[in-house]
C-alpha cells in the first residue's frame, strides 16, 4: 500500500518568507510526527498529533512554527519568517495507534537562503 | 533526559566482512527500541522495534540484540547493499513523552567490494 507521503520535496526559499509543508500519512493511521534532521544532528522531535489533536508539541523550537491537521489525515506544518537556521529536512512519520511504530516520508528538504 | 549514543560514527566494511554496530541508550522506563536504515536522500526505513532485555530480532543479514543499557545491530556477511546510514531510537515510558522518539546520530555504514 503507499507509504507516507510529503510535498514538496525540495523547497527553497528567503530568509523572512513563509512556508507551508505537507504530509500525507499511511490511510487509517491516527498518530503523526513531525521531525526535524539537520546536518551531523540526529533526528528532533518536533510536534504529535493524535486525530486531529496535538497533545506534544514540546519540541517546537519557537513560536514561527506552527502545525496543524485536519480531517484526522493530512497534515500541514508552517514556519513563519524562515531563518537561516530553519534549514534541515523536515520528516513526517505516521503510526497506527498512539504508541506503535512510526513509518517515515520521504521528507522535504527546506533551504532557507 | 533520554539519551542515545551510537557508535562507531562511520564503518567501513569489505563484503563479507561481519561487524556490530552500538546503540547506548539512558531512557526513563523504555517502551521500545527502535533500529531504522536511511539511504542518502530518503527518509528512515523500519527495521526493528526490539521492548525487552533479551529479546532478538532478526532479518536477512541483519540481527538486533537488546540489554538494560545498550543494543547492538549484527551484520553478518553483509553486502554493498547494505551500505546506509543506521539509526537507533528509543521511546520511553515514564516521563509522559512517551509517544515521540529519542534519535541517536546514526551509523554510516559503507560495505565496499
Known amino acids: 500500500g503507499a507509504g507516507v507521503s510529503q510535498s514538496p520535496s525540495n523547497k527553497v526559499t528567503e530568509k523572512g518568507k513563509d512556508v507551508e509543508l505537507r504530509c500525507d500519512p499511511i490511510?487509517?493511521?491516527?498518530?503523526l510526527y513531525w521531525y526535524r534532521q539537520s546536518l551531523g544532528q540526529g533526528l528532533e522531535f518536533l510536534i504529535y498529533?493524535?486525530?486531529?489533536?496535538?497533545?506534544?508539541k514540546s519540541g517546537l523550537p519557537s513560536d514561527r512554527f506552527s502545525a496543524e491537521r485536519t480531517g484526522g489525515s493530512v497534515s500541514t506544518l508552517t514556519i513563519q519568517r524562515t531563518q537561516q537556521e530553519d534549514s534541515a529536512v523536515y520528516l513526517c512519520a505516521s503510526s497506527p495507534g498512539q504508541g506503535e511504530t512510526q513509518y517515515f516520508g520521504p521528507g522535504t528538504r527546506l533551504l532557507v537562503l | 533526559e533520554d539519551q542515545v549514543t551510537q557508535s562507531p560514527e562511520a564503518l567501513r566494511l569489505q563484503e563479507g566482512e561481519s561487524s556490530s554496530l552500538n546503540c547506548s541508550y539512558t531512557v526513563s522506563g523504555l517502551r521500545g527500541l527502535f533500529w531504522y536504515r536511511q539511504d542518502p536522500g530518503k527518509g528512515p526505513e523500519f527495521l526493528f522495534t526490539?521492548?525487552?532485555a533479551g529479546e532478538e530480532k532478526e532479518k536477512e543479514r541483519l540481527k538486533a540484540t537488546l540489554t538494560k543499557k545498550e543494543s547492538f545491530l549484527h551484520i553478518t556477511a553483509p553486502k554493498p547493499e547494505d551500505s546506509a546510514t543506521y539509526l537507533c531510537?528509543?521511546?520511553?515510558?515514564?516521563?509522559?513523552?512517551?509517544?515521540?522518539?529519542?534519535f541517536g546520530t546514526g551509523t554510516q555504514l559503507k560495505v565496499e567490494l
Open positions: 531510537a528509543v521511546r520511553p515510558g515514564l516521563t509522559g513523552g512517551g509517544n515521540k522518539l529519542t
Open positions: 490511510s487509517g493511521h491516527t498518530a
Open positions: 498529533f493524535q486525530g486531529n489533536s496535538a497533545p506534544d
Open positions: 526490539l521492548y525487552s
